[in-house]
């Protein structure tokens, strides 16, 4: 910019004072430049160390199967992994090989994952959602808290409706 400055001032018959204001102006557009790029990586490595906020939940829908629910509550995003599990940790869904990514988007608040539980493993109509999920920039970042677990206790009712548990009448 500085450049082409000068060169627009040798070219025009103006004086050294109007050559040397537009070069002033060139040089200012180049700082707010490099000011600008600098708060844009400011503001990135910001975004790259919020911790992803979610809510999971465990649903069954009127056809008998279950599905997780996953809300992302900031645009971070996240993998995840869960599993159900019923009394004594003992595992009723599949397991998946790997984390799941999830991009958060303006238009979709609520993203779906089918569940497959098998029901001759539940015991006392207890089932319990695992979900954990990381910033996909946590291995940015080891020092920080990139990560959580939410832990979402149900029944399991023998007539097939999935409601959340509580110790209290439980």
């Known amino acids: 910019m500085l450049a082409f400055a000068a060169a627009l001032a040798a070219l025009l018959p103006i004086s050294s004072l109007w050559a040397a204001v537009l070069a002033l102006l060139a040089g200012l557009g180049d700082v707010f430049s490099f000011i600008s790029a600098r708060r844009k990586e400011r503001l990135e490595e910001a975004f790259k160390k919020t911790p992803p906020q979610v809510e999971a939940s ?3 829908n009127a056809d008998g199967s279950f599905v997780v629910l996953i809300r992302p509550l900031n645009d971070v995003p ?3 992994d869960w599993r159900v599990v019923t009394k ?3 595992v009723v869904s599949g397991i998946s090989l790997e984390w799941a990514k999830v991009v958060p988007k303006q238009h979709i608040s609520v993203y779906r994952e089918h569940a497959d539980l098998d029901l001759d493993k539940v015991r ?3 089932v ?3 979900f ?3 910033s996909v920039f946590a291995s940015d970042y080891p020092e920080l808290t990139l990560s959580d677990r939410i832990f979402c206790p149900y029944r ?3 007539s097939g409706v999935l409601e959340p548990f509580s110790e209290v009448g439980g």
């Open 88 to 90: 004594n940790d003992v």
């Open 156 to 158: 399991l009712r023998p």
């Open 132 to 134: 954990s999920f990381r």
């Open 58 to 60: 465990l649903q069954r």
């Open 128 to 130: 319990e959602l695992r």
């Open 78 to 80: 996240f993998e995840c």
């Open 124 to 126: 006392d109509e207890y």
